[in-house]
T-cell receptor
């Protein structure tokens, strides 16, 4: 079946620290991969995406590379800010059906 | 990207009653979806709202409990029927543009 497994949280870092949130997936076929972010009290926002192997998605200083050989899509940022505090969801898109399958989410807190 | 609004943003309802949530997209989209996010949990797809035909429900969700309408390409409603406290969740609608899905801000439902 199709599933997404994320690094368990919560994750707490200091401002300017390096961030990695791990995400691995299981899928039939070749899914597209996404990171969504949910700021406190808000809905989900698309952060970045990658649609094929070796693609790198990037936005707002965040990056993730679609690694087919390790079935991974880890989220990274070189220097986090307090404003990055949010819940981050990794997701895959089941092609054809256009269905998103989400990981369990990782709560990130950045302390000044 | 599509901009999606939902009404109401939150509600507190008594058990046994029903609530209809509205979702409006600022552009015509082929596919719309409804998700549930239970407290502290990830998102689970309830159904795909199909324009001009019945919604397609995921395993564990049924039309009698979650009737959905999709009268045109910019609007959909989800009704949560005969509510119980277990229905307390955030309900989100989304719209697909190509491989990307955009989400509304969610409706926070509390059932007492």
């Amino acid at each position: 079946g199709n599933s997404v497994t994320q690094m368990e949280g919560p994750v707490t870092l200091s401002e300017e620290a390096f961030l990695t949130i791990n995400c691995t997936y299981t899928a039939t076929g070749y899914p597209s991969l996404f990171w969504y972010v949910q700021y406190p009290g808000e809905g989900l926002q698309l952060l970045l995406k990658a649609t094929k192997a070796d693609d790198k998605g990037s936005n707002k200083g965040f990056e993730a590379t679609y690694r087919k050989e390790t079935t991974s899509f880890h989220l990274e940022k070189g220097s986090v800010q307090v404003s990055d505090s949010a819940v981050y969801f990794c997701a895959l898109l089941i092609q054809g059906a256009q269905k998103l399958v989400f990981g369990q989410g990782t709560r990130l807190t950045i302390n000044p | 990207s599509a901009v999606i609004s939902q009404k109401p943003s939150r509600d507190i309802c008594q058990r046994g009653t029903s609530l209809t949530i509205q979702c409006q997209v600022d552009s015509q989209v082929t596919m719309m979806f409804w998700y549930r996010q239970q407290p502290g949990q990830s998102l689970t797809l309830i159904a795909t709202a199909n324009q001009g035909s019945e919604a397609t429900y995921e395993s564990g969700f049924v039309i009698d409990k979650f009737p959905i309408s999709r009268p045109n390409l910019t609007f959909s409603t989800l009704t949560v029927s005969n509510m119980s406290p277990e229905d307390s969740s955030i309900y989100l609608c989304s719209a697909a543009e190509g491989p990307e899905q955009y989400f509304g801000p969610g409706t926070r439902l509390t059932v007492t």
